[in-house]
């Protein structure tokens, strides 16, 4: 971080504030406005800032990514319109995962135990074949499990495991996921 006393100056430096300024423009122009259809125009635009983007991302063009040099999207991830990806620490999205509308994963919170109030990334990472409901929180620092299922508007607060659908304000494990299922339609076979 730049500053610990959030009250005197910003969090970043000069120059992390200006990259930020020449992505937002480039988003406004380039990204947000484009057809649903142009995932690859997107993605190229996001490895254009920095961002890592494996093959088949579906990306649609009304997310909100703050920064996109903190993030990992692989293989055939997907993120609807709507999501935030609050990207002040690092955001890694798992193979065949998806962040559906609305969802807000946030890197970044404050140490309010301190009087300068500074700032504390915690990165966030969301498993292979996972899926982050509608309008979802997501905290910093946590890791959503291989298959885990976050329902729709719950908060995440810690960790969630593998295969298992979780809910909830706070989020927590509701029942198993079964992968065999899964296997048996061909969801888990590897991307060629």
Known sequence: MYNKDTVSGPSFSIYNRLFRLIWQIAAS?????TP?????????????FGAKVGRGVHVYPKVKIWAPWNLQLEDQ??????????SQGKIIIGRRAVVSQGAHLC?????YTDPG???????IRVGDFAWVAAEAFVHPGVTIGEGCVIGARSVVTKDMPPWMVCSGHPCRPIK???EEELKQKRFLEPVS
């Open 36 to 48: 649903k259809q142009l995932h690859g125009w997107r993605s190229f635009l996001l490895r254009l």
């Open 107 to 111: 890197t970044g919170t404050h140490d």
């Open 176 to 178: 198993g996921r079964v």
């Open 29 to 33: 122009l380039f990204f947000a406005y």
């Open 117 to 123: 109030f500074p700032l504390i990334t915690k990165p």
């Open 77 to 86: 991830c997907g993120i609807a319109n709507g999501v935030i990806l609050y």
